[in-house]
Nanobody, 125 residues
Framework: QVQLVESGGGLVQAGGSLRLSCAAF????????MGWFRQAPGKEREFVAVISWSGSRTIYANSVKGRFTISRDNAKNTVYLQMNTLKPEDTAVYYC??????????????????WGQGTQVTVSS
């Protein structure tokens, strides 16, 4: 079992930056692919980015490619999402997720086994 706890959300002006963190508590974090999703009011949860267990492979949604960077530190059991050049349409609750099974890349909500509670990101225009 793995518990995921996100932090780093907040209010930022358009064009600004935020870095989200997701700390994992439990075993086997370093063997999990980790992803970030987001959910805006009235919309379905959508894929943002995923990183392989080693960090050697990453995939991004087209909407964030070139602006967001996912990374991980397995020694600290933490995955990060660096968000630059933020836009009002990036406003959402951001969730980190862990996949405790083989297979890459996991890009759907049902591809993940563990979820954090979410952190709010609000981008003002």
């Amino acid at each position: 079992q793995v518990q995921l706890v996100e932090s780093g959300g907040g209010l930022v002006q358009a064009g600004g930056s935020l870095r989200l963190s997701c700390a994992a508590f439990g075993s086997s974090f370093s063997s999990y692919a980790m992803g970030w999703f987001r959910q805006a009011p009235g919309k379905e949860r959508e894929f943002v980015a995923v990183i392989s267990w080693s960090g050697s492979r990453t995939i991004y949604a087209n909407s964030v490619k070139g602006r967001f960077t996912i990374s991980r530190d397995n020694a600290k059991n933490t995955v990060y999402l660096q968000m630059n050049t933020l836009k009002p349409e990036d406003t959402a609750v951001y969730y980190c997720a862990g996949r405790g099974r083989s297979g890459f890349p996991p890009m759907g909500v049902h591809d993940y086994d563990y979820w954090g509670q979410g952190t709010q990101v609000t981008v003002s225009s």
